[in-house]
């Protein structure tokens, strides 16, 4: 977890919580630009699957799930999301929904909450595609699932600043 941007010495407090295969707890993380932290999910407890969210504030939330792909699986569909905020008068979030994998992965991106609709995208193996997703007055709020079965989903939430 890091943090950009703002005035020097800023931190932001952030939460993780599980979402499933785990007792209910929180773990707190402060973080600044000075200090990232990392959370570690070991799947090896979960027989390889993992859900949690981060949440932080102003409506700031991350959520993953799905099942760990062994490494020496390549011929199959391994979705990867990158996720920035552009903030100005037309704030955004470009994701860019990438496949390491040798299958095509089937990105399905339905707005939560705020504006956005649903899109689908294929994405083949070893490539990527970027995606402006809008916001409303700077909200946003998308989940993403890839429609492999494994129950991969991802969930972006929180607010971009609108100047």
Known sequence: MTLTGGPDGKAVSLQV????????SNTPFTVSAADPRRYTWDANETDGKYA???????GFLRSFAGQIVPADRTDVAIPRVEAELLPGRHAKVRLTLR???GRAVHYTLTAND?????RRYHVAGGRSVV??????HGY????????????WTQRYAGRVATV
């Open 17 to 24: 919580f599980p979402d499933k295969y785990r007792d209910f």
């Open 52 to 58: 949690f969210s981060v949440y932080g504030p102003d």
């Open 99 to 101: 496949n390491d994998g």
């Open 114 to 118: 705020y504006t956005g609709g649903t």
């Open 131 to 136: 995606v402006h997703w809008p916001t409303e």
């Open 140 to 151: 946003y709020d998308v989940v993403i699932t890839d429609g492999s079965g494994t129950g």
